[in-house]
């Protein structure tokens, strides 16, 4: 099973996670600017994290055979302190970068006037750089929250086909299935959304524009409920071409969208584990 974490937060992860994930067959991951729990009080500390994002992380998920790209954006929660707001004037100098795969984490998480503000202007960036965009729906009130994220995308003009909207559930995913905006599931240990949860998911919607991530950070999460949720797919009668469209084949086509996507690691990595087969087998 090849697999493409389209949202983890490695930055928060021990190297031997990385080790683990590529055991488990995890040979891509996109890894989007979130809140870093201790709030930031200057843009030096966003330029800092920005920057790990895109050299010292990837650094680290090559020693694994693991292609790393990010997302780049003010997150919702810190859209809030007015103290971070010149970071939105940073952002254009990232969105040029190679790895930087789309603008994201973004949308909200209260749902201030604030939040919405910062939540245009990142879908302006992603317009303007021709980028997608990855949109956090609020784990309170997300019902509310999924159908005002929809209508920003929708006010916005950005093709709905360069959007996922992430962290969904049973309750909001119809509307965004019909929306043409892509369908993000976060896939988490005890709460939100399981392996079977999943699996009955895309029983009744399908596999297209569909998108499975661990979204693991430093909370109770697990980077292999990927291939946990691959592993629930095949065992619900699911074939493995379904679980290579749903683990590999779609974050690529999302991302790709960027023109961005660098696999040429991933490619080596599996030719590495092809050899290793074979040489267990004789
Ligand atoms: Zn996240």
Not at 37 to 58: H, V
Request: hydrophobic content about 40%; glycine content about 8%.
């Amino acid at each position: 099973m090849r697999i493409f974490d389209p949202h983890i937060h490695m930055t928060s992860r021990t190297t031997d996670d990385y080790e683990r994930m590529a055991a488990a067959g995890v040979r891509a991951l996109v890894e989007p600017a979130f809140w870093l729990g201790q709030p930031r009080t200057n843009t030096g500390s966003f330029t800092d994290y920005f920057d790990a994002l895109i050299g010292w992380e990837p650094f680290r998920a090559s020693q694994y055979g693991i292609a790393h790209h990010c997302t780049i954006a003010l997150n919702p929660k810190e859209a809030n302190d007015p103290r971070c707001r010149e970071v939105l004037a940073l952002l254009p100098r990232y969105l040029d970068k190679d790895r930087v795969v789309a603008v994201g984490e973004t949308g909200y998480d209260s749902m201030t006037p604030e939040e919405d503000e910062v939540f245009a202007a990142h879908l302006e960036l992603a317009r303007e750089h021709g980028l997608p965009a990855l949109v956090h729906t609020p784990h309170r009130d997300k019902v509310v929250g999924t159908r005002r994220s929809l209508d920003v995308v929708k006010e916005s003009g950005i093709d709905p086909g360069l959007v996922v909207l992430d962290h969904l559930n049973e309750p909001t995913v119809a509307e965004v299935a019909g929306s043409g905006c892509w369908m993000g599931f976060s896939i988490y240990p005890d709460t939100k959304m399981s392996p079977d949860r999943m699996v009955a998911i895309l029983r009744e919607y399908g596999l297209e524009r569909m998108l499975v991530n661990s979204a693991a950070d430093w909370g109770k999460s697990d980077p292999l409920l990927t291939l946990r949720t691959g592993e629930a797919m095949l065992a619900a009668g699911f074939s493995d071409d379904d679980v290579d469209r749903v683990l590999w084949r779609n974050p690529v086509a999302f991302y790709g969208q960027s023109g961005r996507l660098d696999l040429d690691e991933a490619d080596t990595a599996a030719t590495f584990a092809g050899n290793s087969i074979l040489r267990g087998g004789s």
